[in-house]
């Protein structure tokens, strides 16, 4: 049972346009979204995050935007540059109660930026 | 070195084999967590260590995987009569305490059991 769900494996933009990213999931507990970036052969990086008491996260060029009521969150990449390209990984977790270190990831959106 | 690293890097063995698989985290960052991720998934948690002791090891899949921390600082996954099924990236994390907020991976040591 898939509790966080990426349903795009992959996805193209142009240079300097906007990526939209998206990202589902289905446990109500889940209090806490973290977007990561990862290259081949590296471990992930970590991006973005945004508490459930928020709807919108803006950090320089990336902005990650979640509605509760869907259960549902985005990162807008704005714009996209090639170094962008990565596999990007949604992931969750129950702030609440300590422990925000066991986070459920899905299974990643590809992106690729052509120049 | 600045970030969290792990070694091997790449680690091929046969299977029923024992394996193990360090993370070194970053200095004076007292919490460790170990993931794993498999072929065409997200990382899964395996264990979270505060200091020396295992504070959470949930997700650890069966008795064959074991982790330890002797002096708070580097961890080792040790994984006995390794199943073809085990063969994933290991990956490690560290932060500076249990503010949980995993800004930093290491690269992963892949796993192949053949």
């Known amino acids: 049972d898939q509790q966080v769900k990426q349903n795009s494996p992959s996805l193209s933009v142009q240079e300097g346009r906007i990526s939209i990213l998206n990202c589902d999931y289905t446990n109500s507990m889940f209090d806490y979204f973290l977007w990561y970036k990862k290259y081949p052969a590296e471990g992930p990086t970590f991006l973005i995050s945004i508490s459930s008491i928020k709807d919108k996260n803006e950090d320089g060029r990336f902005t990650v935007f979640l509605n509760k009521s869907a259960k549902h969150l985005s990162l807008h990449i704005v714009p996209s540059q090639p170094g962008d390209s990565a596999v990007y990984f949604c992931a969750a977790s129950k702030d609440s109660g300590g422990s925000n270190y066991k986070l459920t990831f899905g299974k990643g959106t590809l992106l690729t930026v052509n120049p | 070195g600045a970030g969290v690293s792990q070694t091997p890097s790449n680690k091929v063995t046969e299977k029923g084999k024992y394996v193990e698989l360090r993370c070194d985290p970053i200095?004076?960052?007292?919490?460790l967590y170990w993931y794993r991720q498999s072929l065409g998934q997200g990382p899964e948690f395996l264990i979270y260590f505060q200091g020396t002791g295992a504070a959470d090891d949930s997700g650890l899949p069966n008795d064959r995987f074991f982790a330890v921390r002797p002096e708070g600082s580097v961890s080792t996954l040790k994984i006995q009569r390794t199943e073809r099924g085990d063969s994933a990236v290991y990956l490690c994390?560290?932060?500076?305490?249990?503010?949980?907020?995993?800004?930093?991976f290491g690269p992963g040591t892949r796993l192949t059991v053949l």
């Open positions: 200095s004076g960052h007292t919490a």
């Open positions: 994390a560290s932060s500076l305490g249990r503010e949980g907020l995993l800004k930093f």
